[in-house]
């Protein structure tokens, strides 16, 4: 498969995003999150745009939209 996966951290280790990528561009899943470590939102790209619904949600994980 050509699509890999990329996480970046914040300074304290804390997960800050998990996105996929294929031939160098955004494609399929991706997370965003607070230094908190709570989810800030989630949603799908598709060749480097975003595509779909996104879901954000409050630095105390309750759902925005």
């Known amino acids: ?3 890999c996966s990329s996480d ?5 280790g804390t997960l800050r995003t998990e996105i996929a990528y294929r031939k160098g561009l955004r494609h399929g899943t991706a997370k965003f ?4 470590g709570h989810l800030f939102c989630e949603g799908r790209y598709k060749n ?14 309750e759902k925005l939209y």
Not at 33 to 36: K, L, P
């Open 1 to 3: 498969s050509d699509v």
């Open 8 to 12: 970046l951290f914040f300074p304290d």
């Open 33 to 36: 999150y607070y230094n908190t």
């Open 48 to 61: 480097g745009r975003q595509t779909g619904k996104w879901r954000y949600y409050k630095v105390t994980g």
